[in-house]
């Protein structure tokens, strides 16, 4: 059974740090891993997905990686704004099923 | 494009009452997908559709819950008899067919069952 582990639970840092959050999973047969934003009260939004054949994607000032070897994907998240302040999720899909397993999420408050 | 819509956006309901929530996906996608979140359990895949059949329903708790989706722009999935314990937030999300399969989340129903 795949699972999906999120490190740090929740992460406070000053405006304009560049920022690490971490998503490891069990199983490394996935088809993808999306990473998703949700802010409080809200849905979830999807901010980058990485195939299982590629190692990295971007879009703005987000980077997300995947190592699937060794069970691992980054977001990388460049001069955090106030606005980052939300609650990241990585959620990682399986080849023989649609089927996606979610970790718990990382909390991001950005301070002014 | 509207995204996904789920109705209602908030229900509040007595214990053994029959509740329905209702997800509309967005047009030409043909996967579709039914998630609960909870502080405790954290994001859980109810049952996930593909072209309107279900595929994989593991994770629908027990008899009390069940979905159906009799056409590609719409599914329900029905709680009955609710019991508090399924207080939560339920969502929908639908994705395309392709190799992206971006899953896009609609906003959520928060159910409370007193």
């Known amino acids: 059974k795949q699972e999906v582990t999120q490190i740090p639970a929740a992460l406070s840092v000053p405006e304009g740090e560049n920022l690490v959050l971490n998503c490891s999973f069990t199983d490394s047969a996935i088809y993808n891993l999306q990473w998703f934003r949700q802010d409080p009260g809200k849905g979830l939004t999807s901010l980058l997905l990485i195939q299982s054949s590629q190692r990295e994607q971007t879009s703005g000032r987000l980077n997300a990686s995947l190592d699937k070897s060794s069970g691992r994907s980054t977001l990388y998240i460049a001069a955090s704004q106030p606005g980052d302040s939300a609650t990241y999720l990585c959620a990682v899909r399986e080849w023989d099923a649609g089927k996606s397993t979610f970790g718990d999420g990382t909390t991001l408050t950005v301070k002014p | 494009d509207a995204g996904v819509i789920q109705s209602p956006r908030h229900e509040v309901t007595e214990m053994g009452q029959e509740v329905t929530l209702r997800c509309k996906p967005i047009s030409g996608h043909n996967s579709l997908f039914w998630y609960r979140q909870t502080m405790m359990r954290g994001l859980e895949l109810l049952i996930y559709?593909?072209?309107?059949?279900?595929?994989?329903d593991s994770g629908m708790p027990e008899d009390r819950f069940s979905a159906k989706m009799p056409n590609a722009s719409f599914s329900t999935l029905k709680i009955q008899p609710s019991e508090p314990r399924d207080s939560a937030v339920y969502f929908c999300a639908s994705s395309a067919p392709g190799l992206r399969e971006t899953q896009y989340f609609g906003p959520g129903t928060r159910l409370l069952v007193l």
């Open positions: 559709f593909n072209n309107n059949v279900p595929i994989d």
